[in-house]
């Protein structure tokens, strides 16, 4: 069977299970399964997409994040790109039986990945209208005979003129859409996965006005019906898709991870200067990144990088440059530091609700170089902002420009495929679950390291109406009309 992955970045699993409106979605939730998806720590898009490709934790690719530690220096960190995670992935099994793949947007795709098919860069391509975005690099020439330039991202998302921001991803989708079902339809393929990046920036830019929850929410806003209807969006253009597929066809739609509402930013350096463990030469006279602050290594026991989460940094004797935690005393320290980061408050004086995860206690395989804690404050509420030179602690604007959400923990899936019975809801799904799943229901040979387990092994179909859970086989015909009715196969 084929595979058909449609990725939905950010997703968040309360509006795509549950609002009735989404037509397609729900016609693909009733003939098939769905439910939350628990994402990998830290939930990020890179690299999420990748344990959901390979079935691998972070840990084990080796990969915590866009940057990481190159090294045990002081130098900062590396950017990764479609080179850093070497792991087998889905295509690279369904390429050793002869398979063909293509895959479009999947993070990190850049340069494009030299699979047994067609690549198109994702969102981190410099600029389509320069270099190499495709493989193979001729493909580029049929993109842009469809659609004009490429858009491979909404360029300065970070800005307050949201009509213009919200016209610009809307008309980005509409042109990745359209190489995508020009692509099912004149290449061929056995596995094809597209990962949709304008869920994501509509919930960083819109957010505010969709939650009343959010602390920034304006009820009145002409941009209150931003985001739903960015959702109704993309259930139509999912039905176009849909339209083109054939019944020996198993589809998934799934995001990498949820959105949530941003409380706002904690500036942890800030708070680790004021803890007396990051110590400076000079305290700046206005907010200044960590990078350009002159840092006494000498007299410092922990720095960290900001972001959605944070990553903080011990320095070991022995293992950084000017290390001054000696090793027999990494352990005690680390749980201190935990400790205190746990018992973080926000503005009022109550506990943040702030995670820290120990990398080893989180992963099957810790690789490269690890953060040696990973924080989420607030549980994600609040991110971690890394400059120095705030009068506070507590920040309502992001360090990187407007941003109204931080990703969730859980995202979502609904999988479906004329050859499924209905499962209905699953719960306890992980986003490395998925590989073990697909490539079983399509007939291929399981990855070698994946963690996860096939989520429908075991599992009794859940609408027993239609005679499968009283031992009637699968491939019934009547049945397998249903379903492709459902899927929006036939007619």
């Not at 003939?31 to 998806?37: A, D, E, M, Q, S």
């Not at 391509?125 to 842009?144: L, R, V």
């Not at 006005?209 to 139509?236: K, M, N, T």
């Not at 990973?374 to 971690?384: D, E, Q, Y």
């Amino acid at each position: 069977m084929k595979i058909l992955v449609l990725g939905l970045d950010c997703a968040a699993p309360e509006i795509l299970l549950g609002d009735d409106r989404l037509a397609t979605i729900r016609s693909l939730m009733e003939v098939g399964c769905h439910g939350r998806l628990e994402s990998v720590v830290p939930p990020i898009t890179v690299p999420a997409w990748m344990c959901l490709a390979t079935g691998q934790d972070p840990g084990s690719l080796g990969v915590y994040g866009f940057r990481n530690r190159v090294d045990h220096s002081y130098k900062g960190l590396g950017i990764v790109d479609s080179r850093s995670i070497q792991a087998p992935a889905m295509w690279d099994q369904v390429a050793k039986e002869g398979g063909r793949s293509i895959l479009v947007g999947v993070p990190p795709g850049y340069p494009p990945r030299q699979v047994d098919g067609i690549a198109v860069g994702c969102f981190l391509t410099p600029d389509t209208t320069k270099g190499t975005y495709t493989h193979p690099p001729e493909i580029a020439a049929t993109i842009e005979k469809l659609v004009g330039t490429y858009p491979v991202d909404a360029k300065g998302f970070r800005t307050n003129d949201k009509e213009a921001l919200r016209d610009q991803i809307l008309d980005m989708s509409r042109k990745q859409f359209t190489v995508v079902r020009h692509l099912i339809e004149n290449e061929p393929w056995d596995y094809f996965h597209f990962v949709e990046i304008g869920l994501d920036r509509i919930h960083h830019a819109f957010w505010r006005y969709h939650d009343p929850e959010h602390v920034l929410h304006e009820p009145d806003s002409p941009f209150a019906a931003v985001v739903r209807d960015y959702y109704f969006h993309l259930d139509e253009e999912i039905a176009k898709v849909l339209d083109l597929l054939t019944e020996d066809t198993v589809v998934l739609v799934v995001s990498d991870h949820g959105a949530r509402r941003l409380d706002g930013g904690f500036c942890v350096n800030e708070w680790l200067v004021r803890e007396g463990l990051l110590a400076l030469n000079a305290y700046p006279e206005q907010v200044t990144p960590l990078s350009k602050q002159d840092v006494d290594w000498s007299r410092t026991k922990v720095w960290s990088e900001g972001g959605y989460y944070a990553r903080v940094f011990l320095n070991v004797k022995g293992r950084e440059p000017e290390g001054t935690i000696d090793p027999s005393d990494y352990e005690a320290f680390r749980n201190e530091l935990k400790a205190k980061l746990e018992a973080t408050t926000g503005p009022d004086g109550a506990l943040l609700g702030t995670l820290v995860f120990k990398p080893e206690e989180i992963y099957r395989n810790v690789r490269n170089v690890a953060p040696d804690l990973i924080v989420h404050f607030g549980g994600l509420a609040w991110r971690s902002i890394g400059g120095v030179g705030y009068p506070t602690l507590h920040v309502r604007e992001n360090d990187t420009g407007p941003d109204d959400c931080n990703h969730a923990q859980h995202g979502a899936f609904i999988l479906a495929s004329p050859q499924l019975p209905p499962f209905g809801e699953i719960e306890g799904a992980r986003l490395l679950d998925i590989a073990p799943t697909l490539l079983n229901l399509a007939g291929y040979p399981p990855l070698p390291d994946a963690h996860g387990r096939n989520l429908l092994e075991g599992r009794t179909p859940a609408d027993s109406g239609d005679g499968a859970g009283d031992g009637e086989p699968m491939d019934d015909d009547e049945l397998v009309r249903d379903r492709l009715r459902g899927l929006g196969y036939i007619g």
